[in-house]
T-cell receptor, first 111, second 117 residues
């Protein structure tokens, strides 16, 4: 599975938008981009995923670069409950039985 | 639905002792996974299973064994615990959707904290 690179940590003020970047320069054509987050003392939970087009759901938006070598998870209005570690993961839908989590980005939300 | 449950929630072992961690899911998922997470680190895959009676090694399988005798249960065994196995263990499951493989997201349990002295 292709590797992803994320900043170790980011900060955001409460009720402001947050853009969490992820680089995946070796992405293949059958790799889907998945985002999970892990709240303190909990297991990870699914946030959003996409292939080429931008995606929106009730939790977040996913913006995917035209060349697919990077993506950005967008939280439109950060709340204190969004403080978590966010993981960007590539999974090949044809062969990917495994998910490689990496170390993720630790998001701190400042009141 | 309870989702993914893990037993026990917390355990302390002495070096050399053995134990089994139980993961159960009630979503009829085909795939099940065991991960470990060390302080300040991401999750690392230990073993996984793509169906009843089948298991495969992940990134860090040494010192662990697994079994999937029933579809809903995935057991992780430590035959002789070592301090290096002190960690938080997460179980996960996901469905197999042949017509929508991109929708196959993982569902995680609450974790088991293991301390090996």
């Amino acid at each position: 599975d292709a590797k992803t690179t994320q900043p170790n940590s980011m900060e955001s003020n409460e009720e402001e938008p947050v853009h969490l970047p992820c680089n995946h320069s070796t992405i293949s054509g059958t790799d889907y981009i998945h985002w999970y987050r892990q709240l303190p003392s909990q297991g990870p939970e699914y946030v959003i995923h996409g292939l080429t087009s931008n995606v929106n759901n009730r939790m977040a938006s996913l913006a995917i670069a035209e060349d697919r070598k990077s993506s950005t998870l967008i939280l439109h209005r950060a709340t204190l409950r969004d403080a978590a570690v966010y993981y960007c993961i590539l999974r090949d839908v044809l062969t990917g039985n495994q998910f490689y989590f990496g170390t993720g980005t630790s998001l701190t939300v400042i009141p | 639905n309870a989702g993914v449950t893990q037993t026990p929630k917390f355990r302390v072992l002495k070096t050399g002792q053995s134990m089994t961690l139980l993961c159960a899911q009630d979503m009829n998922h085909e795939y099940m996974y065991w991960y470990r997470q060390d302080p300040g680190m991401g999750l690392r895959l230990i073993h996984y299973s793509v169906g009843e009676g089948t298991t495969a090694k992940g990134e860090v399988p040494d010192g662990y064994n697994v079994s999937r005798l029933k579809k809903q249960n995935f057991l992780l065994g430590l035959e002789s615990a070592a301090p290096s196995q002190t960690s938080v263990y997460f179980c996960a499951s996901r469905p197999r959707l042949p017509t929508r493989p991109h929708q196959e997201t993982q569902y995680f349990g609450p974790g088991t904290r293991l301390l090996v002295l």
